[in-house]
């Protein structure tokens, strides 16, 4: 199976946005479109389709950041959360540990994404206060892939 590729949804009255242009990038956000798309419960999602402003840290500017998903959920109580949904390897949720070559390419690039990414997470949270939305970083712990 493709770790990439369109997602054909079976209920496209659901999907806010456009439903033929669908993307995934692995076997979690595969995996969470179809939970989305065939779960009554799930009133309405997207991927993708939400712009989020944020300050890098790398070079002080302000970027554009696309969360994986938006979504809108009726719980069993019968109220209606909305929440944005990153999709993250659990590896990359948590601060890089320092190794003895503190100088090397790859922890440089470790730590250089680790604060792109709480730059990106930080203004997700930040969005979703407003709105009184829910901000959720899920792993394949969660997702169980």
């Known amino acids: 199976m493709s770790y990439k590729g369109r997602f054909k949804p079976k209920y496209p009255e659901k999907y806010k946005g456009d439903p033929t242009n669908i993307i995934y990038r692995s076997l979690w956000e595969l995996r969470l479109m179809r939970y989305f798309d065939q779960t009554s419960s799930v009133l309405e999602w997207s991927s993708e389709e939400i712009i989020i402003p944020y300050r890098s840290p790398i070079d002080n500017r302000i970027h554009r950041y696309f969360p994986d998903f938006y979504a809108k959920i009726r719980t069993a109580e019968g109220t209606i959360n909305s929440m944005l949904i990153e999709v993250k390897p659990a590896a990359q949720t948590k601060e890089p540990k320092i190794p003895e070559n503190t100088r090397s390419r790859k922890y440089l ?23 009184r939305w829910e901000f959720k970083i899920m792993t394949e712990k969660e997702i169980g892939v």
Not at 111 to 129: D, H, I, L, S, Y
Request: charged share 35%.
């Open 109 to 131: 690039k470790e730590v250089m994404t680790w604060g792109v990414n709480q730059a990106k997470w930080k203004a997700a949270r930040e969005f979703c206060a407003d709105r």
